[in-house]
């Protein structure tokens, strides 16, 4: 499962900042270009933000062909 999620986009393709990473609701949503301008999430101890939002976000981001990092704090 991990090979098809890193599997890289053809050299003509192109990403936009456009492109949907996570629809939040019907009128919100998280595009690509969002992502190249940081995302923060803020939630108190155990309300699973890198186990929730974290996690998708980057498991989307990779099936995209593209990577990332998510720094935490404790």
């Given at each position: 499962m991990?090979?098809?999620?890193?599997?890289?986009?053809?050299?003509?393709?192109?990403?936009?900042?456009?492109?949907?990473?996570?629809?939040?609701?019907?009128?919100?949503?998280?595009?690509?270009?969002?992502?190249?301008?940081?995302?923060?999430?803020f939630?108190?101890?155990?309300?699973?933000?890198?186990?929730?939002?974290?996690?998708?976000?980057?498991?989307?981001?990779?099936?995209?062909?593209?990577?990332?990092?998510?720094?935490?704090?404790k």
């Open positions: 991990l090979s098809r999620l890193l599997r890289r986009k053809a050299a003509n393709q192109r990403w936009h900042r456009s492109q949907l990473l996570i629809a939040l609701n019907k009128k919100d949503h998280l595009t690509l270009g969002d992502a190249f301008e940081n995302i923060v999430i939630g108190g101890v155990g309300s699973g933000k890198t186990s929730g939002s974290s996690y998708a976000i980057t498991r989307r981001l990779l099936e995209l062909g593209l990577g990332g990092i998510v720094l935490t704090a």
